[in-house]
C-alpha cells in the first residue's frame, strides 16, 4: 500500500498573494506619495542657490553640499525675514480665537440642540444654517466689513482686531460640528442627570461636556487648522505692527524665489500641526458614548 | 401620599394624558397598565417633571409640585434604555446623585459601594458601562435610583429590554429590595398583565391616555370595568361576543343552552359578553377551524374561528393544534361578563381569580 504523501504546508492561493502584494504595494506607494514632499522641502531646506538648480538630489555631501542657509533666513539672516515674531503671533491668535470659538461655539451648540427655538418662521435648524452659512460667502465679502468695523474699533494691525475676525470666522465651524455631535448624545443622558439632581448648566458640564471631548478635538481642529492657515484676513487686516507666519513666509520672497527659506518656512510651518495631530489623535477614538443608553 | 390631580397632556394632537387623577400612599408598589402609546410614560415623565403637563398637577404630602424642576424633585427613575454615564465608573455612576446633592465623595463612593454589593455587582465597581452586560447596566441604573432614597421611584419597564429569564429574575430582586425600602411609593410601568397582576398593590390601567380603571389585582382583573378594561388586563386576549337577549338567546357562535343563568332576569336587548380565553375548552359540540396555535412555556394558546367568529382558547398544556385542522370547542358561557351597549360591566356571576 502507498501512501500519498501530505503537503507540510497548505499553499496560499495565488489571487491571496496576488491581493496582499497589491494592497502592501498601494500602501507603499500612497506612504511615497505623502512623505515625498515633506522629503523634498527637507533636503530643499538645506540647499543653496547651487543645490536647487542641479536636479533633484536628496543625499547630502554626496548629491549636493548642504547649507543652513535656508534655516538661518528665517532668523534673520541674510536674505531672509525673522519669523519667530510671526509665528508667536500666529500661535496666539490661532490659539485664542480657536478658545474663544470652541467655548462659545459649544455653548451655542449645545442649546441648539437641547432647547427649542422659535423667531418668526425662524427654527433651530434654520439658526444653525445661518451660523454655517457665512462660510458660503468669498472671503473679500467679508474684507472690507471686517476691514470697516476694526478701524472703527481701532484695533486694526492688532492681535486682538485679528482673533476678533477669527472668531467670527471660526465660531460657525465649532458651531456646526458640535451641534452634530450633541445630536448625537441621547437626550435620555441630560434628563437622567437632571432626576439626578442636576440643573441644565451641571447637566452640561458634569455630563454632556465629558462625552462630548471627541467632538470638542475635531470642532478643534478644523478651527486650528483654519486660523494658522488663513492668509487672507492676517494680509488684508494688518500692516506692519502685527504678522502672522503665513504673511511672513510670503513676504520671504524676491526677485529670486528662495527656494530654501521656503522649504525651511513650510517645514516649520506645519510643524505645530503635525504635533498636534499626533497629540489629538488618541481622544479621536470612536466608542466614547458607549454605555450611554442601551 | 402623592396625589396625581388631573393631569391632561396633548403634542401634536395626540392626547397621552386625559385628565388622569389617582392618590398613591406610601410604601406601595403600584403597577401602571397598558399597551404601548396608552400614557404610562407620560404619566411617569410627567411625575418626575420631565414632561409640563397641560392643566392639573402632581403633589406629594400636600405640597405642590408644579414649580419644581426635575432636579428639585425627590424622585428616582429607571428608564427602558439602559442610560448611564458612560464617562464615569459604574462606583461613581451610583455615586453620582450622591455627590450632586453635597455628600463628600468617599462617603457617596462608600454608599454607592454597598448599593453595588446589594444588586450582586461589588465586583464590577470600576468598570465602565459599556464594559458590562445589558443586565448589569440596567443593575446600575436601580442601583443609582435605589441610593438616592427618594421618597417616590418611577420604574418605566426597566426590563423590558432583557431576555425572557432575566427579566424573571431581575423582576424577583428588585421585589425584593423594595420589600426592604418602607414608605418608598414605587410606580412601575408594564405593557404586561402577568407581571402587573403579580408585582403591584394596586393597578392603574390606562389606555389612550385615559385611566381605564383603578384598583387592587384581583379587583382589577376579577371584574374589568369596561371592555376595554378587560381587553387591556386579558394576556391571552378576551373574546368578546355580541349577545342578543329576547325570544332567544345567543352570545356569537352560542346558544341559549350554554348561556345558562347568565342571561337570566337580563332585559331584552342588545349586550356584549366577555369571556376569558381559559373559559373556552376542547370539546362539546360547536366545531372550530385552527387559525394558530401557539405554545408559550407550559401553555398553548389557539387562535380559532367558529362561524366567522374569532375566538382565543387557552390550555394549560402543551398541545398540538395544527392550523386548518377542525377541533371542536366549548364555552363555559356562566363565568362571562355581560357588558351593556356602551361598554360597561353589568353583570358578573362569579367572582373571577388570577389565571
Same mark, same amino acid.
Given at each position: 500500500m502507498t501512501h500519498q504523501p501530505l503537503d507540510p504546508e497548505p499553499r496560499a492561493p495565488v489571487s491571496r498573494t496576488l491581493k496582499l502584494a497589491l494592497k502592501y504595494g498601494f500602501i507603499l506607494f500612497w506612504s511615497a506619495f505623502v512623505v515625498f514632499p515633506f522629503l523634498w522641502a527637507l533636503t530643499?531646506?538645506?540647499?543653496?542657490?547651487?543645490?536647487?538648480?542641479?536636479?533633484?538630489?536628496?543625499?547630502?555631501?554626496?548629491?549636493?553640499?548642504? @547649507?543652513?542657509?535656508?534655516?538661518?533666513?528665517?532668523?534673520?539672516g541674510p536674505g531672509g525675514t525673522n519669523i519667530v515674531r510671526p509665528y508667536l503671533n500666529s500661535i496666539w491668535v490661532t490659539l485664542g480665537a480657536s478658545a474663544v470659538s470652541i467655548t462659545l461655539g459649544t455653548l451655542a451648540a449645545y442649546g441648539l440642540s437641547r432647547f427649542t427655538f422659535r423667531f418668526l418662521f425662524f427654527r433651530n435648524a434654520d439658526i444653525t444654517f445661518f451660523f454655517i452659512s457665512q462660510r458660503i460667502m468669498p472671503p473679500i465679502v467679508l474684507a472690507i466689513p471686517f476691514f470697516l468695523m476694526l478701524r472703527a474699533l481701532g484695533l486694526l494691525d492688532s492681535l486682538a482686531g485679528l482673533i476678533l475676525v477669527y472668531v467670527a470666522l471660526l465660531m460657525p465651524i465649532a458651531v456646526w460640528v458640535m451641534v452634530d455631535f450633541f445630536n448625537s448624545i441621547p437626550r435620555g443622558l441630560d434628563e437622567m442627570a437632571w432626576m439626578d439632581g442636576c440643573d441644565p448648566v451641571t447637566t452640561f458640564f458634569r455630563v454632556i461636556l465629558p462625552n462630548a471631548v471627541p467632538g470638542l478635538v475635531v470642532a478643534g481642529m478644523f478651527c486650528v487648522i483654519f486660523g494658522w492657515n488663513d492668509f487672507f484676513f492676517a494680509?488684508?487686516?494688518?500692516?506692519?505692527?502685527?504678522?502672522?507666519?503665513?504673511?511672513?513666509?510670503?513676504?520671504?520672497?524676491?526677485?529670486?524665489?528662495?527656494?530654501?527659506?521656503?522649504?525651511? @518656512? &513650510?517645514?516649520? @510651518?506645519?510643524?505645530?500641526?503635525?504635533?498636534? &495631530?499626533?497629540?489629538?489623535?488618541?481622544?479621536?477614538?470612536?466608542?466614547?458614548?458607549?454605555? &450611554?443608553v442601551r | 401620599m402623592l396625589e396625581i390631580r388631573d393631569l391632561t397632556h396633548a403634542e401634536d394632537g395626540v392626547t397621552h394624558l386625559d385628565h388622569v387623577s389617582a392618590r398613591l400612599a406610601p410604601g406601595t408598589l403600584t403597577t401602571i397598565l397598558g399597551r404601548t402609546g396608552a400614557g404610562k410614560t407620560s404619566l411617569l415623565r410627567t411625575i418626575a417633571g420631565l414632561l409640563v403637563p397641560d392643566s392639573g398637577e402632581v403633589s406629594l404630602d400636600g405640597k405642590s409640585w408644579s414649580r419644581l424642576p426635575p432636579w428639585k424633585r425627590p424622585t428616582a427613575m429607571v428608564t427602558q434604555q439602559f442610560i448611564n454615564y458612560p464617562h464615569l465608573s459604574t462606583l461613581d455612576n451610583v455615586a453620582f446623585p450622591l455627590v450632586r446633592k453635597g455628600a463628600r465623595r468617599a462617603a457617596a463612593r462608600e454608599s454607592a459601594r454597598a448599593m453595588l454589593d446589594r444588586v450582586g455587582l461589588s465586583?464590577?465597581?470600576?468598570?465602565?458601562?459599556?464594559?458590562?452586560?445589558?443586565?448589569?447596566?440596567?443593575?446600575?441604573?436601580?442601583?443609582?435610583?435605589?441610593?438616592?432614597?427618594?421618597?417616590?421611584?418611577?420604574?418605566? /419597564?426597566?426590563?423590558?429590554?432583557? $431576555?425572557?429569564?432575566?427579566?424573571?429574575?431581575?423582576?424577583? /430582586?428588585?421585589?425584593?429590595?423594595?420589600?426592604? /425600602?418602607?414608605?418608598?411609593?414605587?410606580?412601575?410601568?408594564s405593557t404586561e398583565p402577568r407581571e402587573a397582576l403579580s408585582l403591584g398593590d394596586r393597578i392603574l390601567l390606562m389606555a389612550e391616555g385615559r385611566l381605564l380603571d383603578d384598583g387592587e389585582p384581583q379587583q382589577v382583573f376579577g371584574a374589568p370595568a369596561t371592555i376595554e378594561a378587560a381587553r387591556v388586563i386579558s394576556d391571552p386576549p378576551i373574546n368578546i361576543l355580541p349577545l342578543t337577549v329576547g325570544e332567544h338567546v345567543a352570545?356569537?357562535?352560542? +346558544?341559549?343552552? $350554554?348561556?345558562? $343563568?347568565?342571561?337570566?332576569?337580563?332585559?331584552? +336587548?342588545?349586550?356584549?359578553?366577555?369571556?376569558?380565553?381559559? $373559559?373556552?375548552?376542547?370539546?362539546?359540540?360547536?366545531?372550530?377551524?385552527?387559525?394558530?396555535?401557539?405554545?408559550?412555556?407550559? /401553555?398553548?394558546?389557539?387562535?380559532?374561528?367558529?362561524?366567522?367568529?374569532?375566538?382565543?382558547?387557552?390550555?394549560?398544556?402543551v398541545v398540538t393544534h395544527p392550523p386548518g385542522a377542525e377541533i371542536a370547542v366549548d364555552a363555559n358561557l356562566a363565568r362571562g361578563f355581560i357588558y351593556g351597549a356602551d361598554g360597561t360591566l353589568l353583570r358578573r356571576e362569579a367572582p373571577h381569580g388570577q389565571d
Open positions: 530643499t531646506s538645506f540647499k543653496d542657490a547651487n543645490g536647487v538648480t542641479n536636479g533633484a538630489t536628496w543625499l547630502p555631501w554626496l548629491q549636493y553640499q548642504p @547649507s543652513t542657509q535656508g534655516w538661518a533666513s528665517l532668523f534673520g494680509f488684508t487686516l494688518t500692516f506692519t505692527q502685527t504678522q502672522l507666519l503665513p504673511v511672513s513666509i510670503v513676504a520671504l520672497n524676491s526677485s529670486v524665489t528662495p527656494w530654501w527659506a521656503l522649504s525651511a @518656512s &513650510a517645514l516649520v @510651518s506645519i510643524a505645530p500641526l503635525v504635533l498636534l &495631530a499626533f497629540v489629538v489623535e488618541r481622544f479621536l477614538s470612536k466608542g466614547g458614548l458607549a454605555g &450611554a | 465586583a464590577m465597581v470600576g468598570r465602565r458601562p459599556s464594559e458590562l452586560s445589558g443586565g448589569q447596566q440596567q443593575r446600575v441604573a436601580i442601583a443609582r435610583a435605589l441610593v438616592k432614597q427618594a421618597p417616590v421611584l418611577l420604574l418605566d /419597564e426597566p426590563f423590558v429590554n432583557l $431576555d425572557y429569564k432575566l427579566r424573571e429574575d431581575l423582576r424577583e /430582586e428588585l421585589v425584593d429590595m423594595l420589600r426592604n /425600602e418602607s414608605g418608598l411609593i414605587v410606580l412601575y410601568a352570545a356569537g357562535p352560542f +346558544g341559549a343552552q $350554554d348561556a345558562g $343563568d347568565l342571561t337570566r332576569d337580563l332585559a331584552p +336587548g342588545e349586550y356584549r359578553l366577555g369571556l376569558r380565553a381559559a $373559559d373556552l375548552r376542547p370539546g362539546g359540540r360547536h366545531v372550530a377551524r385552527v387559525v394558530l396555535s401557539e405554545v408559550s412555556g407550559s /401553555e398553548t394558546v389557539t387562535h380559532l374561528d367558529l362561524a366567522g367568529f374569532p375566538l382565543v382558547m387557552h390550555e394549560k398544556s
